[in-house]
């Protein structure tokens, strides 16, 4: 068990505050497996942004979901968590709002990563990790140096194993006592909520539920900006050499934003069932569940499908897999590809240039992958 920061007694109530980010709060799930073995007969909640309440349902350590809407203000949210009695805020996003809105409920124990006009509202503020990676967007400028003189680039950020920002959540529960080596993100899918799913989107009237179903997903959204975007064609041309090798049938998720791009994939892969704004988060975490595969870019639709245990397919761009790469770090299931282009990963929303990093990974090796991480053939 690690060193804590502080010692505080057992918590009868422990408050979690969730990142605002479908992929973020995924990645903070290990810590809160680890913060429940540390503290196994307290009460967890976990407030969170209405839109991602059912993702934190499916997590098993948690036992109360107090959840809050956009417009909703700090003092109505803190007038909520007063009804909580919390001994103890563990504030996991890093902005000053997160940290004023357990400080004006009176939690009397504020926990949290010491950062800039936030400080004052926390009883205990951590240090970053060494390993810790300060992620930089690249300036317009700084990118086409880079492409006019490679040679100045490097292979990159210098990242090891725990640079994952999976290890930045494990590392701020820690400082309260509990274990800081990483578990896989994990969410419970019951099987009825995988019949329901099936039953309401893929069986027809009157036939029965195929005990092999033979799904793949294809998610081809990203809510962070279209530089982190695969080609929408290139998603149609994989999935149509998927379909004819192995007879799988695909399914398209996403949310109302990505409504044209997973038409666009539907025309060109007439089979799939396109999906796009039609489920709910619980309901893409049990389609998730059924599927052999997923291909999708760098979102929270991947580490959705990592937690429920279907490998995943990446192509990465203008991030890094080495620090937002869905599962567990490490994972050999997932296949998370990247090209050798100077100026990636930029971190940027939009690519200021020609969009090289994603159009340098090819259909090629993406079937492969896909082949590889769902039907156990192709290359690894």
């Not at 540390?38 to 997590?59: D, G, M, N, R």
Request: charged residues 20%; glycine residues 8%.
């Amino acid at each position: 068990m690690s060193q804590p920061e502080f010692a505080p007694e057992t918590p009868r109530r422990i408050l979690v505050r969730s990142p605002n980010w479908l992929g973020d709060a995924v990645m903070s799930m290990p810590a809160i497996v680890r913060l429940r073995q540390t503290f196994a007969q307290s009460c967890i909640a976990v407030l969170t942004p209405a839109k991602l309440a059912e993702l934190w349902l499916h997590q098993a350590a948690v036992d109360q979901v107090l959840a809050f809407n956009p417009g909703d203000s700090l003092f109505w949210v803190a007038r909520k968590l007063r009804f909580g009695q919390f001994d103890i805020a563990i504030v996991l996003p890093n902005s000053p709002r997160s940290a004023i809105e357990p400080w004006l409920a009176g939690i009397p124990i504020r926990v949290g990563y010491a950062r800039p006009w936030r400080n004052l509202f926390l009883t205990v503020r951590i240090q970053s990790r060494p390993e810790a990676y300060r992620v930089r967007k690249r300036a317009r400028r700084q990118i086409k140096r880079l492409i006019a003189h490679p040679i100045d680039n490097t292979t990159g950020p210098t990242l090891q194993l725990e640079s994952h920002q999976v290890y930045d959540y494990l590392h701020l529960i820690s400082r309260l006592g509990a274990e800081p080596d990483p578990v896989a993100p994990t969410l419970a899918v019951p099987e009825t909520e995988k019949e329901t799913f099936a039953k309401r989107f893929l069986v027809r009237p009157g036939t029965g539920l195929s005990p092999d179903l033979n799904l793949a997903a294809i998610a081809p959204g990203a809510e962070y900006g279209p530089a982190k975007r695969w080609p929408v064609e290139r998603f149609v041309a994989v999935a149509d050499e998927i379909s004819n090798r192995t007879g799988c049938r695909w399914m398209i998720f996403g949310g109302p934003a990505d409504v044209q791009i997973a038409g666009e994939i539907a025309a060109g892969v007439p089979t799939a069932v396109n999906l796009c704004g039609r489920t709910s988060l619980t309901e893409l975490i049990a389609g998730l569940a059924l599927c052999r595969v997923l291909l999708a870019n760098d979102s929270g639709a991947a580490h959705v499908g990592a937690a429920v245990g279907t490998p995943v397919v990446v192509p990465f761009g203008s991030t890094d897999p080495r620090l937002t790469g869905p599962g567990l770090p490490g994972d050999k299931r997932h296949r998370f590809l990247t090209a050798a282009v100077p100026c990636a990963p930029c971190f940027r929303r939009t690519c200021p240039i020609d969009h090289r990093c994603m159009k340098s990974i090819s259909v090629e090796q993406v079937t492969n992958a896909v082949l590889a991480a769902g039907f156990g053939c192709g290359s690894s």
